[in-house]
């Protein structure tokens, strides 16, 4: 394991679409027509230099390709020697991607939630796919760098296979699969989009299959071993793992004392993870962490503790990280142009 390298900024409030899973559901403070403060923005990216990142993605809490401070930060953290990319639905304008590419962004990871009226839906924006679409196209006849995510909730997962053949088609070189958790409560609203994981198990492991025959690299965000075949386990990132995940943010912002970050990144873990049994008795936990408590609780006996450990793992699972180090795309950098 080594520490990510990756700080996640906030660059804006401002919206166009209004996502049905958005982490920001009900807060006050999405879609209103203004920006982070500059200065804010490039104080964390100084935080993080200090501490050793070398890379910084623009993330929520709006749509960050609409942020009149964009080519602000690109240089800022262009002039610190950090490489850039972005989050986003990108249905904002082709335009506005040729300029960021231009300017010397790393790669976008677009947020691919669905096919055609599907994504609509979920993003609540006519017309979402078609202009994603555009953007990708043009990324592949550019030869330039994406990756994709996907939510996995009750709107999407049963086109998962479909998507991963779509996404694959169009040249994504990570796709995401995003586990949806509500991480510290439950949310009035989760029965509307929530999926038990066994329902999930069939549709996650068919378009793994798809992606591991084509060749692209694929990370499974937060979900239960107990909820999947032991081949797919070290494609999971739970909680434990984000802060050595070079695809997620580090949180504490260091990478200079592994040690204390590991600490660090199981106290995050357990602060989400079921307490008790079945999963302490699990012999994944290590690996695996105690996935959810929240999502845990809403669909009763979908966690179950794992009694033997597979053959195939002998070697690592007793070491930290084990698991987590044979997905190849985590022993890479953040920078996909520069891996």
């Given at each position: 394991?080594?520490p990510?390298?990756?700080?996640?900024v906030d660059?804006?409030y401002?919206?166009r679409?209004?996502?049905?899973?958005?982490?920001?559901?009900?807060?006050?403070?999405?879609?209103k027509?203004?920006?982070?403060?500059?200065q804010?923005?490039?104080?964390?990216i100084?935080?993080?230099?200090?501490?050793?990142?070398?890379?910084v993605?623009?993330v929520?809490y709006?749509e960050?390709?609409?942020?009149e401070?964009?080519?602000?930060?690109?240089?800022?953290?262009h002039?610190?020697?950090m490489?850039?990319?972005?989050?986003t639905?990108?249905?904002?304008?082709?335009?506005r991607f040729?300029?960021?590419?231009?300017?010397?962004?790393d790669?976008?990871l677009?947020?691919?939630?669905g096919?055609?009226g599907?994504m609509?839906?979920?993003?609540?924006h006519?017309?979402?796919?078609?202009k994603q679409?555009e953007?990708?196209d043009?990324?592949?006849?550019?030869?330039?760098p994406?990756?994709?995510?996907?939510v996995?909730i009750q709107?999407?997962?049963r086109?998962l296979?479909?998507?991963a053949?779509?996404?694959i088609e169009?040249?994504t070189w990570?796709f995401?699969?995003?586990?949806?958790?509500?991480h510290?409560?439950l949310?009035?609203y989760?029965?509307?989009?929530?999926v038990d994981?066994?329902e999930l198990?069939?549709y996650i492991?068919?378009?793994?299959e798809?992606l591991?025959?084509a060749?692209?690299?694929?990370s499974i965000?937060?979900?239960?071993?107990?909820?999947?075949?032991p081949?797919y386990?070290?494609?999971?990132?739970n909680a434990r793992y984000v802060?050595f995940d070079?695809?997620e943010?580090n949180?504490?912002l260091?990478?200079?004392?592994?040690e204390?970050l590991?600490?660090d990144?199981?106290?995050c873990?357990e602060s989400?993870?079921?307490?008790g049994?079945?999963?302490?008795?699990?012999?994944a936990?290590?690996h695996?962490?105690?996935?959810?408590r929240?999502m845990?609780?809403?669909?009763p006996?979908c966690?179950?503790a794992?009694?033997?450990?597979?053959?195939?793992?002998?070697?690592v699972?007793?070491?930290?990280?084990?698991m987590?180090d044979l997905?190849?795309?985590?022993?890479?950098g953040?920078?996909?142009?520069?891996?």
């Amino acid at each position: 394991m080594r520490p990510g390298q990756v700080v996640g900024v906030d660059v804006t409030y401002r919206c166009r679409c209004d996502c049905l899973f958005c982490f920001y559901r009900g807060s006050d403070k999405v879609r209103k027509p203004e920006d982070v403060p500059l200065q804010e923005v490039t104080d964390k990216i100084d935080t993080a230099k200090r501490g050793g990142l070398t890379a910084v993605a623009m993330v929520g809490y709006g749509e960050p390709s609409i942020a009149e401070t964009v080519h602000d930060i690109l240089n800022y953290a262009h002039g610190q020697r950090m490489s850039t990319s972005m989050i986003t639905t990108g249905v904002t304008g082709l335009h506005r991607f040729k300029t960021f590419y231009r300017m010397g962004m790393d790669h976008i990871l677009l947020s691919a939630h669905g096919l055609d009226g599907t994504m609509d839906e979920v993003l609540k924006h006519k017309g979402a796919f078609k202009k994603q679409a555009e953007l990708m196209d043009w990324l592949r006849s550019e030869q330039l760098p994406f990756r994709t995510n996907t939510v996995l909730i009750q709107q999407t997962y049963r086109e998962l296979p479909e998507i991963a053949d779509y996404l694959i088609e169009r040249g994504t070189w990570h796709f995401v699969f995003l586990g949806f958790l509500p991480h510290y409560k439950l949310p009035e609203y989760l029965p509307e989009l929530a999926v038990d994981p066994r329902e999930l198990r069939p549709y996650i492991e068919d378009a793994a299959e798809r992606l591991l025959e084509a060749g692209v690299y694929f990370s499974i965000r937060y979900h239960p071993f107990c909820c999947l075949a032991p081949k797919y386990w070290p494609y999971v990132t739970n909680a434990r793992y984000v802060f050595f995940d070079n695809r997620e943010w580090n949180y504490p912002l260091q990478v200079h004392n592994v040690e204390q970050l590991w600490k660090d990144a199981v106290a995050c873990g357990e602060s989400v993870a079921v307490q008790g049994e079945p999963c302490s008795s699990c012999v994944a936990r290590r690996h695996c962490g105690g996935w959810n408590r929240t999502m845990a609780a809403n669909f009763p006996g979908c966690v179950q503790a794992i009694r033997e450990i597979p053959e195939q793992y002998q070697e690592v699972w007793d070491r930290d990280g084990g698991m987590f180090d044979l997905n190849p795309v985590n022993a890479l950098g953040p920078a996909i142009r520069g891996n």
